[in-house]
């Protein structure tokens, strides 16, 4: 058994000046004081990678400049899954007696701290190195090739995408942390800037700097823990064009790992925190994993049913849509919204009746996966 004992995030956005550490250690300390832990307290680390900050030791430099002095040290690449991986390591590390209390953290000036070409440069290295690099794709072009596909396949539309990135940013105008807080209309959506098609501007995460952090504790150290109840992975490929299908992943499957782990049933699950780099990212996620019909997900967002006062309300916060994305730091500020969801800490955007969610992140193209099941501790 394992707890997240507490949460730290930084609004997400530009933070000029800032560096990788600095955001880093602005989430950390949000999270010890939440958790109401020192840092002696903290005997684990685990931390993300940095795209500004490539450095091959980058725990063990994180515990230097922040004061730790760890008794396990360890740090992860997997792309946009890595944040909920951290969260997985850190629940078995605690669960096998490694460790007390570990600190997970990530975070990047990756808006501010490098430039755009650099920054498009760099992951579009995601692609196959002789196959796929070449031919100059980056990952909106990736993620276009599959929205092509999975439209012809279920009769998904360009306004069902624009449905899930309006429902984004109606949940981010109410987080004030949140890099986008305008609100946009399904028009605004379908008339942005084409990026790769069907895909356009809005139907895209933005680029951000920004931190998120969280402990994982064996014990719990405050009156508002939240459980990690069940966790899995699934890797289907690692390269689009070795995908075995583009349009069914290891997401279902990995779900089923977390589901059956934590002895629950998807009908149970009433948060969702689903990754949403871009719509076809949420609309194929919610989908495969069975939150909405083939060829629903952007006919029930319309409907309201993902909607914060919705019966089963989806990324609160306004997800990497509107809320922004840092690199591996955004996925884990789905874990830091789902957390004070279910400790009733979500102020206006509190959803009722929250007591069990489910959290899934991709890495690459829809190529790693990663499930957990979280609880309102009682």
Sequence with gaps: MSF???VGLTPYGKHPGKSTLDLMSEAATAAFADAQLERGDIDGLVCGYSTTMPHLMLSTVFAEHFGLKP???HAIQLGGATGFAMAMLAHHLVESGVAKNILVVAGENRLTGQSRDSAIQTLAQVGHPVYEVPLGATIPAYYGLLASRYMLEYGTTETDLAELAVLMRKHACMHPGAQFREPITVDAVLGSKPIASPLKLLDCCPVSDGAAAFVVSRARSNEFAVRIRGTGQAHTHQHISAAPSLVHFGAAACVEKARSAAGIRLAD???????DSFTITLTILLEEIGLAPR???GRQAREGRFNHDGKLPLNTHGGLLSYGHCGVGGAMAH????HRQLTNRAE?????????ALLHGDGGVLSSHVSLVLEAAA
Excluded: P
Excluded at 269 to 275: E, G, L, Q, S
Excluded at 335 to 338: G, I, K, M, R, S
């Design 335 to 338: 874990l830091v919204e789902t």
């Design 71 to 73: 008794e396990y040290a």
């Design 295 to 297: 060829g629903g997900a």
């Design 348 to 356: 206006n955007r509190q959803a009722k009746n929250v007591s069990l």
């Design 4 to 6: 997240i004992s507490g």
């Design 269 to 275: 699950v009433n948060y969702a925190a689903i990754y």
